[in-house]
């Protein structure tokens, strides 16, 4: 082994370059087909910055909070409290150390997809345009604050966090970080992130349920459906 290691020619650790993400048509639906579901899964989704601590992903989140990161955030207002189209809807940035994603997930009432997509691309559009309010912005500050305050108390977050600091290679030091970042980040970078992720021709809409129905409720509404079938 020794000897033939010792003719290794190699240059060294190879450059990795990330694939790049295919070009999505806008206003499509990607439909799967569920026979007879009462109920549909809808999936609303783009491409991301990469998982960080304290940069462009954690603002992301923070943006996103008062938007669709909470019961109380813009989407879930509209299409829970005001138009009863599902039970609940979130949305929340994740990532790894190469890429990340912005997924918008709920269960909708099947009569009522096409309505309650509609819905959810003039919130983004809103978001996109006009950003978030003084008062979002409070209520998100107070309310990260308040749950992140009992974040470590129990030994399994305390596990969580000492493997964040592993991965990350950071100091016990990230929480004030962090910490200083959700009371300082200001009005215009939170809405220059918003005009950058929320735009909604630039998202993925897939639907799971009766194709029968709602290829012609979607058609309706002006979407167009592409049906996906799995072998």
Not at 110 to 128: M, P
Not at 138 to 146: K, L, V, Y
Not at 150 to 165: C, D, G, R
Not at 191 to 207: H, S
Request: glycine content about 6%; proline content about 2%; cysteine-free.
């Amino acid at each position: 082994m020794t000897s033939a290691l010792s003719q290794w020619q190699g240059k060294g650790e190879l450059d990795m370059a990330l694939p790049k993400f295919a070009a999505l048509d806008s206003n499509i639906v990607y439909l799967v087909h569920k026979e007879n579901a009462p109920q549909v899964q809808i999936r609303v989704a783009r491409h991301a910055a990469a998982e960080d601590l304290a940069a462009e992903h954690f603002k992301s989140q923070i943006m996103n909070f008062a938007f669709s990161g909470s019961f109380n955030s813009r989407v879930n207002q509209n299409l829970r409290e005001s138009k009863g189209y599902t039970y609940g809807i979130g949305g929340r940035f994740s990532g790894y150390g190469d890429a990340g994603q912005f997924v918008l997930a709920s269960g909708i009432n099947a009569a009522n997809v096409a309505d309650a997509l509609t819905e959810i691309q003039q919130e983004f559009s809103k978001i996109n345009e006009y950003g978030l309010t003084d008062e979002e912005i409070q209520f998100t500050r107070n309310s990260i604050a308040q749950r992140d305050a009992l974040k470590y108390e129990t030994p399994a977050a305390k596990l969580n966090f000492f493997a964040m600091m592993h991965a990350h290679n950071v100091d016990a030091d990230i929480v004030d970080v962090r910490a200083k970042i959700i009371e300082t980040v200001g009005k215009k970078e939170l809405n220059q992130l918003a005009n950058k992720y929320f735009t909604p021709a630039e998202m993925t809409y897939v639907v799971v349920g009766d194709a029968n129905t709602l290829s012609k409720q979607l058609e309706a509404k002006g979407f167009t459906v592409k049906q996906l079938t799995f072998q």
